[in-house]
């Protein structure tokens, strides 16, 4: 029975690599194409661009990761989880704030609000996303630094007796944990605020339409249907993401259950799969081109 659902996730797995990869590929393929062109590249093409690199790199590190730890873990040694650990820990990082930037960048290109603080963020969007991404990185840093003393608590030896190793081990895995929570919540609390303020700045704007005797399908309408869309999704897959770690976590440090490994593993691979392709759907120059190569494939094959 375990060996048939190895093969079933190793297969899935392997779908979701090739397809996570063809859709962030496409994605810096098709901004890097149009950058040589026209030599010069939008602030939120940058954003997509950088994005879609380092969930190439997570996409990688998952399924390494899958490969030691679930179909040869005679080599997932100390050292090959510490580099695992240290290279998820990026990717994930960058892969949570350059999608948060995107959200928050929505929102402030987008939403329409008189306040001074939010035209001041508009005139200098740039800067702000730089410092964010920037700033983020200090708790990027603090976690991995736990994650040291962690793995050294599981290798060192001490004086003390097993007892006290015991109550050690366990709160530096309640701080570990705890960290990750923080560091993970930040990100997820700042899009949910963007969402909520895109809705609140679409209903506005419905309303203003309206009392214009104008239609609800004006091109301004659709972009702020379109990053709503956008940012939701990006919410909804982040929670199952995250989730996702917590449990992957959780199951790490008690007893090995192989079957919730192997789902942890597959549903890790989902969240910058599915994303990408939501992303190429939202993006007007993305989705032509998507559209071409569909157009392409048809001809040939007729």
């Not at 923080?182 to 704007?205: A, E, G, R, Y």
């Amino acid at each position: 029975m375990i060996r048939l659902l190895l093969s079933i996730f190793s297969i899935l797995i392997m779908t979701e690599f090739i397809l996570g990869n063809f859709a962030n590929g496409f994605i810096a393929l098709v901004n890097c194409i149009d950058w040589i062109k026209r030599q010069k590249l939008s602030s939120a093409d940058q954003i997509l661009t950088a994005l879609a690199v380092s969930r190439i790199g997570f996409l990688c590190v998952i399924l390494i990761n899958w490969y030691t730890t679930v179909l040869l873990p005679v080599l997932y040694s100390l050292k090959v989880r510490i580099i695992f650990c240290i290279a998820w820990t990026v990717r994930n990082h960058f892969s949570i704030w350059l999608s948060t930037n995107l959200s928050i960048f929505y929102l402030v290109k987008i939403a329409n609000f008189s306040s001074l603080i939010f035209l001041h963020l508009k005139q200098r969007v740039k800067s702000v996303l730089l410092v964010m991404l920037l700033g983020s990185s200090v708790f990027s840093v603090s976690y991995l630094a736990e994650l040291f003393v962690d793995d050294n608590m599981q290798t060192t030896e001490y004086e003390e007796n097993i007892t006290q190793k015991t109550k050690l081990r366990d709160m530096l895995h309640l701080s570990n944990m705890t960290l990750f929570m923080v560091v993970n919540f930040i990100p997820f609390t700042m899009s949910l605020t963007s969402f909520l303020l895109l809705i609140i700045s679409l209903w506005k704007h419905l309303k203003k339409m309206q009392l214009n005797g104008k239609g609800s399908q004006d091109p301004s309408t659709k972009v702020h249907v379109r990053a709503v869309l956008s940012v939701v999704s990006f919410l909804l897959l982040y929670a199952c993401h995250f989730l996702t770690i917590v449990i992957f976590i959780w199951a790490s440090v008690r007893p090995r259950n192989e079957l919730v490994l192997m789902l942890c593993e597959a549903l890790a691979m989902l969240y910058p799969l599915s994303h990408s392709f939501i992303l190429i759907w939202g993006n007007k120059k993305l989705r032509q081109a998507f559209k071409n190569i569909r157009k392409i494939i048809r001809l040939t094959d007729h």
